[in-house]
């Protein structure tokens, strides 16, 4: 059985970082391209950031580009997501996806399995 677990997430202050974390079970992680995404309390779901099988392309959305680094680690199976000089409305449920296309998709339908969330919440 696949599983993804995120790790990382808590409260910080407004300009603060944190690092989140995925360890994923999956027998050829290194094939499979991995995105993080968000969900904020009443809104819907929103891509933040995607890489690919080696890491060498990633994609970021216009909200988080210049703060938020995503990385991987193929031998750990881990990928990771820095985040820099937050702000209050990065607010959310922070999610990592797994897919099997080898494009750095922002649809959420186009991956595969789903960890459970961490939650991040940045005071002002």
């Known amino acids: 059985q696949v599983q993804l677990v995120e790790s990382g997430g808590g409260v910080v202050q407004a300009g603060g970082s944190l690092r989140l974390s995925c360890a994923a079970s999956?027998?050829?992680?290194?094939?499979?391209?991995m995105g993080w995404f968000r969900r904020a309390p009443g809104k819907d779901s929103e891509f933040v950031a995607a890489i690919s099988w080696s890491g060498g392309r990633t994609r970021y959305a216009d909200s988080v580009k210049g703060r938020f680094t995503i990385s991987r680690d193929n031998a750990k199976n881990t990928v990771y997501l820095q985040m820099n000089n937050l702000k209050p409305e990065d607010t959310a449920v922070y999610y990592c996806a797994a897919g099997g296309s080898s494009w750095l998709s922002s649809d959420g339908t186009t991956y595969d399995y789903w960890g459970q969330g961490t939650q991040v919440t940045v005071s002002s």
């Open positions: 999956l027998r050829t992680f290194d094939r499979y391209t």
